[in-house]
């Protein structure tokens, strides 16, 4: 895409072709209410990043009928309408097309180079800030790149197989998990993590917001989730002797994440009284919602009219109550948040569950929920090789797999973040795998039905365990 199109950009924010930009936002993979409407889109601010190749970086507020918004990153670009990219245009006049910048990554080569040269760019409402962080050593700019393709709700584009850039897509106002956590593990010298180069951010007048991150790239990574599935076809016990290792890196996270008591939003606290009871009135409202839907399905039968089973067996559980300590988590921990490189395991993705709000997400929990995320992650990728691979896994890998990642991760934990005594940290991972189980329910039902049988072995797993 070539030519000086300062002028487009000028007339894109102020002459926004709005149906238009509707229509190409609800058919996006990163967009968040897909059960919904966009009734109305306008530009928050925005600020041209580069002019030949034009890069203009777009606040958009869409509006729904009820009242609500929600806030994304566009990263845009432009081009004469005679010129045809292999993209869909967003928006289109009689003189100039726009497009997602993200469908020519080399477009987003001036993000780095700012985040290189830690510039600010002003705007009438507000500046967006590129940032370094210090002693990273040289930032290549001018080197191959291409899109990372497999991401539901970021962008990410690799540089020269050395540095990743994410572009947060939906946003909120406030610093993004991902980068307040990277920042506090950087500064922690946890050395589990794709390190911290820099980041993008910005500061308006009525919000602010995390835009981005610029991380070190793994080129000889595989996911956690792809080698459990090539290893459990091709030698399990050696991918169980990995989650050994993943466990021990687990619980070194936890104790990074806890060793800082000085610092207000990692230092570790005592839980509430409220906080046992406030988890079980929302997986209440999750039974609550999800059971009077089930279908009529065999492969729900199981549960079907057994929500009530489920409370009881919450209530029975949250007696012992939580104890331990409320620490800053990973939020969303499974093992396709995890890269096996030569040197060990990394984790990565450190924004939470991206369907719960940002301050949910930078709540401080108990250091199970992350174990029990990744104990049901276990679970899926067990069932996940036959739906996928047409293969069995071996009949008591899900139960080796959870008996060899405890065992390290609880070898190395500190014992004061844990309730005291095994049977309150038995109790208190069933609830929270319990938790979880739901949250996968519910997401089977609405995107995948044929995957229902996994969380709904993983419910009735819980409610007949002694």
Not at 99 to 118: G, N, Q, T, V, Y
Not at 317 to 343: F, K
């Amino acid at each position: 895409m070539t030519g000086h199109l300062q002028t487009p950009v000028n007339a894109f924010r102020h002459s926004l072709d709005v149906e238009a930009l509707r229509e190409w936002v609800e058919r996006q993979r990163w967009y968040a209410s897909k059960s919904r409407h966009v009734s109305g889109i306008e530009i928050d601010d925005g600020v041209v990043v580069s002019e030949d190749p034009p890069l203009f970086l777009g606040l958009v507020q869409t509006r729904f009928a009820t009242g609500s918004h929600e806030l994304y990153q566009l990263p845009l670009t432009f081009c004469a309408s005679g010129e045809n990219p292999d993209s869909d245009p967003i928006a289109t006049t009689p003189e100039w097309s726009a497009f997602d910048a993200i469908s020519d990554p080399k477009l987003i080569r001036d993000l780095l180079r700012r985040i290189a040269d830690e510039q600010q760019l002003e705007t009438d409402d507000g500046h967006f800030g590129f940032h370094r962080v210090p002693g990273t050593g040289p930032i290549a700019v001018d080197v191959p790149v291409r899109a990372i393709g497999v991401e539901q709700s970021n962008s990410s584009i690799v540089f020269g197989d050395q540095i990743v850039l994410k572009v947060f897509r939906k946003l909120e106002p406030g610093i993004n998990p991902e980068l307040e956590l990277l920042q506090f593990l950087t500064r922690q010298q946890f050395p589990n993590i794709a390190p911290l180069l820099g980041w993008y951010d910005y500061e308006g007048r009525s919000f602010s917001a995390t835009l981005g991150v610029a991380q070190r790239f793994f080129p000889r990574a595989i996911g956690g989730w792809e080698l459990a599935g090539e290893q459990i076809e091709s030698n399990p016990d050696v991918f169980l002797n990995e989650l050994g290792s993943l466990g021990t890196v687990t619980a070194e996270l936890h104790n990074s994440l806890a060793s800082d008591p000085g610092d207000p939003a990692f230092a570790p606290e005592e839980p509430s009284s409220e906080a046992l009871s406030l988890l079980t009135a929302t997986i209440d409202e999750e039974i609550e919602r999800i059971f009077v839907r089930l279908p009529d399905d065999q492969r729900v039968a199981a549960i079907a009219g057994r929500g009530q089973d489920v409370r009881e067996r919450i209530a029975m559980r949250a007696q012992l109550g939580i104890g331990g300590r409320s620490i800053r988590t990973h939020g969303d921990y499974h093992l396709g948040q995890t890269l096996h490189t030569p040197t060990g395991w990394v984790i990565i993705d450190f924004e939470g569950e991206p369907a719960r709000p940002l301050f949910e997400r930078r709540q401080k929990r108990s250091p199970l929920r992350d174990v029990a995320s990744m104990l049901r992650s276990f679970a899926y990728v067990a069932s996940a090789v036959e739906f996928t691979r047409g293969i069995r896994a071996p009949e008591d890998f899900e139960r080796r797999a959870r008996a060899t990642f405890s065992e390290h991760y609880f070898a190395r934990i500190d014992p004061a973040l844990l309730p005291a005594g095994d049977t309150a940290v038995t109790n208190l991972l069933s609830i929270f795998e319990l938790e979880k189980a739901m949250y996968e329910l519910q997401y089977e039902l609405d995107n995948r039905p044929d995957w229902l049988p996994i969380p709904v072995a993983g419910i009735t797993r819980l409610l007949e365990s002694e």
